[in-house]
């Protein structure tokens, strides 16, 4: 295979991994409350939806290795507890909130079904295939993708260009002061940044296995791979965006974010796409269920000494939660993941951005004192988004740029620089 057909054989398999169809509900929203603000919101999604993403592939192009080594150098048990605390979130909260979108998308407008009698059969259904890893998860994946691609292209093409409308100037901002900001913090409900460091190690893997000989034939694999993943992934967050932005007049302020995707593609595609995206997104959203679950059930397995028992172990508990979470209504689940993503989503940032950076500043001090303020800064955004006690909206507000629930990135910022000193004038204190 010639390293040219393999580089789009390894973007293409990025993109079916990133290409969550729950994350598709997202966009839109976010243009249609912005309104002319549009640009600003999708500069900000973009960013923390596919920028990051990007990064954390280079990072794996540099490490080669798994999700394990984006924090080893902070600590292993560090980084032990934080690949559990990532799984233990994918299982809990992007998992289940397939099986909710499938019920709203894909069952709720036809039978009059209870959600959790959706979730039990969906998980059930799920269990089976993360037992039978037959060939049927690799055809679904294969050619469903491509399917529903071509369906939000073709949503966005004739919504974008083919429409006699032009992108209203309403507003319809829930905040207008913070439209950046908006997509920024939406952009962690993609968990996009968390699937680059957990598919790049899933490509290493595949190329290994396909005999890639050198690091440096790897480093431009993984590299324009992504590249290739996340272009495509920009022009569907972006166009989705101004989509929802330009038809933002057609639909009651009221609406959900399911109801604006399915109403976006009748008004382009007519009842027809309404019912093909409904049923498509519905099986996509199986797919990615399907392969979150395996995904979990392998770490456990390989952190247990490659053991059978906990691979089912896993896999049970993960679709009972996913049968009890998905139960719940889309934006129920989006709203409960905003204090871990507050959370977590920092971590992975400067986890992220630290990883790319050559070794001379990348120092294992670097890593633990970044890190460490990342974590310490972003505790109170937590307890905000829990809580909200007098004294932790203090706490909050000796942060700068708490007010945006960014308050962890000036200190990090600031450490960073400091550390950099440090390591200038000690360098043998680097390691």
């Known amino acids: 295979m010639t390293k040219t057909k393999q580089t789009f054989i390894f973007g293409f398999a990025l993109f079916a991994g990133f290409f969550g169809a729950g994350n598709l509900i997202l966009p839109p929203m976010l243009g249609f409350n912005?309104?002319?603000?549009?640009?600003?919101?999708?500069?900000?999604?973009?960013?923390?939806?596919?920028?990051?993403?990007?990064?954390?592939?280079?990072?794996?192009?540099?490490?080669?290795?798994?999700?394990?080594?984006?924090?080893?150098?902070?600590?292993p048990v560090f980084s032990l507890v934080y690949c559990l605390i990532i799984y233990l979130i994918i299982i809990t909260l992007p998992c289940p909130r397939t099986a909710a979108v499938t019920h709203e998308m894909a069952i709720a407008p036809f039978f009059n079904v209870h959600p959790l009698t959706t979730s039990t059969i969906y998980f059930l259904l799920a269990f089976l295939f993360v037992m039978n890893r037959t060939k049927v998860l690799g055809i679904l994946g294969k050619y469903l993708t491509p399917i529903l691609v071509a369906i939000v292209a073709a949503i966005i093409g004739i919504g974008l260009f083919w429409s006699p409308q032009t992108l209203n100037e309403v507003q319809r901002v829930l905040d207008p002061e913070q439209p950046l900001v908006d997509g920024l913090l939406e952009g962690y409900q993609t968990y996009d940044a968390i699937a680059g460091m957990v598919m790049g190690g899933v490509v290493v893997v595949s190329m290994n296995a396909m005999g890639a000989s050198s690091y440096n034939e790897k480093r431009k694999i993984i590299a324009r791979s992504g590249l290739i993943a996340m272009t495509g992934l920009f022009?569907?967050?972006?166009?989705?965006?101004?989509?929802?932005?330009?038809?933002?007049?057609?639909?009651?302020?009221?609406?959900?974010?399911?109801?604006?995707?399915?109403?976006?593609?009748?008004?382009?595609?007519?009842?027809?796409?309404?019912?093909?995206?409904?049923?498509?997104?519905?099986l996509a959203c199986f797919t990615t269920a399907v392969a979150i679950i395996v995904s979990v059930a392998d770490f456990f397995k390989t952190l247990f000494k490659n053991s059978q028992r906990a691979y089912v172990v896993a896999a049970i508990i993960s679709c009972v939660l996913g049968i009890l979470i998905g139960s719940f209504e889309v934006g129920v689940i989006i709203d409960v993941a905003v204090p871990a993503l507050l959370l977590i989503y920092p971590i992975s940032i400067v986890l992220i951005l630290l990883t790319v950076l050559p070794e001379r500043l990348a120092t294992t001090l670097m890593f633990r004192a970044v890190v460490f303020v990342t974590l310490l800064c972003s505790l109170p955004e937590v307890l905000g988004a829990i809580f909200s006690a007098e004294w932790i909206l203090r706490l909050m507000a000796t942060l700068p740029l708490s007010a945006y629930s960014l308050g962890w990135v000036l200190p990090a910022f600031f450490t960073f620089f400091v550390i950099l000193i440090y390591n200038s004038l000690n360098p043998r204190d680097e390691e």
């Open 34 to 75: 912005a309104g002319s603000d549009w640009w600003l919101v999708a500069l900000g999604f973009i960013t923390t939806a596919t920028l990051i993403p990007l990064i954390s592939l280079f990072g794996h192009a540099k490490l080669q290795g798994n999700m394990l080594d984006f924090g080893t150098k902070v600590s």
């Open 235 to 282: 022009i569907i967050y972006a166009g989705l965006i101004a989509l929802g932005a330009k038809y933002s007049n057609e639909f009651d302020t009221s609406i959900t974010r399911i109801q604006l995707l399915q109403g976006l593609a009748q008004k382009t595609l007519g009842a027809t796409g309404t019912l093909f995206i409904n049923s498509l997104m519905g």
